[in-house]
Each structure stands twice: as C-alpha cells, then as structure tokens.
C-alpha cells in the first residue's frame, strides 16, 4: 500500500501561482510513477500531468501545458505539482496518484480543492 496525501490547495485569482505537494509513504516511493489528477464540478476526472521514477520523464495535459510543471523529490518522498498563471477553469480538486508501471494508477490521496476567481 501507499498512503498519498495531499495540500496546498486554496482560492486564488487568475494569473496567480500555486504550489500543491504530495507526500506518499509506505512503499518504496522511488519505484512509482506519480500524478496529478483533477475533477472539476459535475465534470469527469482529467489527467493534468504525470512524472516517471526518477524523475527524468514528465507529461501534460495540453491544458496545462506551459503552465504546470511536475516534479519529485525521491528522498523526501513528495511529488509536486507548481500551477502558474491560473485560470478559473482550473478550479478542481486535485489528486496525486501512484503507479507502479506509470499505466494503471492503484493508489491515490484525497484531493486538496483549487478555486480560481476571475
């Protein structure tokens, strides 16, 4: 098992920054694949963006692209998600994931609530 739990979450204003953090422990964090999820309103889950193991590797959503940005820190087993320039349809709760091949996500924390204002 891996417990993820999530924060930073908050309201903002459009255009501003916002740093949401992962913290996963249990198994050997270094040996999965993280996540970063969003469902919005009435609306189904999305992907947002995804890390490989060590780090090397990320992917996007073209939504986010260009303003989001993955990272890892293995020794400290967190996963970040930074989210600049904010838009109000960014408003979601927003989950971190774990995978253990990067395909299937078997794990995921309980989301931390992002509110964008116009």
């Known amino acids: 098992q891996v417990q993820l739990v999530e924060s930073g979450g908050g309201l903002v204003q459009a255009g501003d920054s916002l740093r949401l953090s992962c913290a996963a422990s249990g198994r050997t964090f270094s040996n999965y694949f993280m996540g970063w999820f969003r469902q919005a309103p009435g609306k189904e889950r999305e992907f947002v963006a995804t890390?490989?193991?060590?780090?090397?590797?990320?992917n996007y959503a073209n939504s986010v692209k260009g303003r989001f940005t993955i990272s890892r820190d293995n020794a400290k087993n967190l996963a970040y998600l930074q989210m600049n320039s904010l838009k109000p349809e960014d408003t979601a709760v927003y989950s971190c994931?774990?995978?253990?091949?990067?395909?299937?996500?078997?794990?995921w924390g309980q989301g931390t609530q992002v509110t964008g204002s116009s």
């Open positions: 994931a774990a995978s253990r091949r990067g395909l299937v996500y078997d794990f």
């Open positions: 890390i490989s193991t060590s780090g090397s590797n990320t």
